[in-house]
């Protein structure tokens, strides 16, 4: 009688080599998902500092438009005289823009006796929505101010105005009359206190005796992403400038 072969007995895992492969495989994944932490972390980065670099650029472009256009519309454009600045009765003087705003006083020498404009502020007329047939001769206000972010912050945020120009009401369907700035660009290290690190420089016709003087203005924005990078642990920077020319020459 033959004897049917046996099969061979069937052999399992031992426990090292268990522990071996749960080892290898929580190494292999702990790699794996470090260089995922990392890519996150540094596509946060990248999208942090472009969205930095972004609203800062959208800001400088948008105040060299509102530089060309301001003075828009002239005063003579209701008046053979330009004496119509001093003389237009108050409905009228909504209608027509003086291209920079002067403070303590529109005669003040920028500079020197202007606290507006320097080096931190700005504030010009012109009319922002000139096809806007609810109100098509409404002059608006546009201010800039540098103010400081809240302690320990070492940045400053650069706040922006539009009001409708006095002595008139906004009327329906006109630029709204906020009462306080909003923040423009955030995370700005221009420092007022360095006479050196200015966000507007101005060139006049001759001297800068008044602010209607200006011709072109120059804008310099230091800017840092709002979290440092993660590898460095620094923040990163970026300069933008512009360069705005006013192209109303009156006066």
């Known amino acids: 009688m033959k004897r049917t072969p046996s099969l061979p007995q069937a052999r399992g895992f031992s426990l090292l080599e268990l522990l071996v492969a ?8 702990w790699a ?4 995922l932490d990392v890519a996150q972390q540094r596509y946060r980065s990248e999208q942090d500092f472009m969205d930095s670099f972004q609203n800062a650029r959208v800001g400088v472009e948008q105040m060299v438009r509102e530089v060309h256009d301001a003075g828009y519309p002239r005063p003579y454009t209701y008046t053979a005289t330009p004496d119509i600045i ?3 009765t108050p409905d009228l003087q909504r209608r027509f823009a003086i291209p920079f705003r002067g403070t303590p006083s529109q005669a003040c020498m920028v500079g020197l006796g202007c606290t507006v404009p320097d080096g931190f502020n700005l504030s010009l007329e012109l009319d922002m929505d000139p096809m ?3 109100c098509p001769e409404q002059v608006e206000i546009v201010d800039y101010s540098l103010v400081p972010d809240p302690a ?3 940045t400053r945020t650069l706040m922006r105005r539009v009001q409708s120009k006095p002595p008139i009401m906004s009327p329906g369907g006109c630029m ?3 009462a306080n700035f ?3 660009v955030e995370n700005v290290l221009n420092d007022p206190a360095n006479p050196l690190d200015r966000v507007f420089t101005y060139e006049c016709t001759g001297a800068c005796t008044t602010p209607e003087t200006i011709r072109t203005v120059h804008i310099r924005l230091r800017v840092r992403s709002s979290r440092p990078d993660p590898r460095t642990r620094q923040f990163r920077l970026i300069t933008l400038n ?4 006013r192209i109303n020459l009156y006066p």
Do not use: D, H
């Open 132 to 134: 806007n047939p609810a």
């Open 176 to 178: 709204p009359n906020p």
């Open 242 to 245: 512009g360069t705005a020319r």
């Open 152 to 154: 320990p912050a070492v």
């Open 32 to 35: 794996i998902f470090g260089l």
């Open 22 to 29: 749960m080892a290898i495989f929580l190494t292999i994944s």
């Open 182 to 184: 909003v923040p423009f």
């Open 86 to 88: 001093l003389t237009a």
